[in-house]
């Protein structure tokens, strides 16, 4: 169970650079920017991690409010766990309150699912997280689905989305962002059943 006063570090991975920032592999960057824009900050250089974030609160005022801070760690995605587990220690933040925003191959796209543990599916971002401080972090998990025919998957992760996927990337994008605010906000099972799609 989580505490109530505890801020919550809502994690975008990603790979830092213009030459990734459409890229599929960096969905959690995108869903971060608009969460920023939500809660009406600036990503700055976190001070202790080789990292970028925004401090803030989601949620009506009242009860549900929540501190978070938001972070892109600025490493590439397969060095995700340290600049997060420095933001971590720094914030005081317990594991059961990081979310972390990924692209995930398993799932059709432009669906959502979101869970508390579990394994990385070789994801590199999560396999980094997961060496640095355990599983049992949340998931916000965005499907990109598989690469058509032969194409490898880390050629297919570090393209861009297609134009067909671009019409729909804002939608899916913004209801990722919906998605982690109800979780952050309403809880896990809340959100599963709202966005599990």
Not at 87 to 107: C, G, Q, S
Request: proline residues 6%.
């Amino acid at each position: 169970m989580s505490d109530a006063n505890a801020p919550w570090l809502v994690v975008g991975l990603g790979n830092p650079g213009p030459e990734y920032a459409a890229n599929r592999h960096n969905v959690g960057f995108m869903v971060a920017d608009l969460l920023a824009e939500r809660i009406g900050g600036k990503f700055k250089r976190a001070q202790k991690a080789q990292a970028q974030v925004v401090e803030g609160r989601i949620g009506a005022p009242g009860p549900e409010n929540r501190r978070i801070v938001l972070a892109k760690p600025m490493s590439y995605m397969n060095l995700s766990g340290g600049p997060v587990t420095s933001l971590r220690d720094f914030y005081k933040v317990p594991t059961a309150n990081i979310v972390a925003i990924h692209d995930e191959l398993d799932i059709d796209y432009g669906t959502l699912r979101l869970k508390l543990g579990g394994g990385d599916n070789g994801h590199n971002g999560l396999k980094s997280l997961t060496k640095s401080m355990g599983p049992d972090y949340h998931r916000v998990r965005f499907g990109i689905g598989r690469p058509p025919g032969r194409m490898q998957v880390a050629d297919f992760v570090l393209k861009d989305f297609s134009s067909t996927e671009r019409k729909e990337l804002a939608y899916v994008v913004d209801r990722a962002a919906d998605a982690v605010e109800c979780l952050v906000t309403e809880g896990l099972e809340r959100a599963q059943s709202t966005y599990n799609s």
